[in-house]
Nanobody
């Protein structure tokens, strides 16, 4: 069993930055791809980014490419999402997820955190 706890969300002005963290428990973290997804009110949960188990591969949605950076520290069982140049359209609940057969797909992840709210004001 893997438990995921996100933190770092909040309210920020457009153009600002936030860093989200996702702390994981469980032995499978270091061998698991980790992803970040987000869900805005009235919309489906969407892919933001994922990172391979060893951190070598990182993949991003076009909407965040060049602004967001995913990283991980397997010694700390933590994955991070650095978000820069935030826009009002980035406002959503952000979820981290673990143990996937397809890093891009919501349905492919086995474990999910409870989410953290990110609100970007204009």
């Amino acid at each position: 069993q893997v438990q995921l706890v996100e933190s770092g969300g909040g309210l920020v002005q457009a153009g600002g930055s936030l860093r989200l963290s996702c702390a994981a428990s469980g032995r499978t973290f270091s061998s698991s791809a980790m992803g970040w997804f987000r869900q805005a009110p009235g919309k489906e949960r969407e892919f933001v980014t994922f990172i391979t188990w060893n951190g070598v591969g990182t993949y991003y949605a076009n909407s965040v490419k060049g602004r967001f950076t995913i990283s991980r520290d397997n010694a700390k069982n933590t994955v991070y999402l650095q978000m820069n140049a935030l826009r009002p359209e980035d406002t959503a609940v952000y979820f981290c997820a673990a143990d996937s057969t397809n890093g891009f797909s919501v349905r492919a992840y086995k474990y999910w955190g409870q989410g953290t709210q990110v609100t970007v004001s204009s």
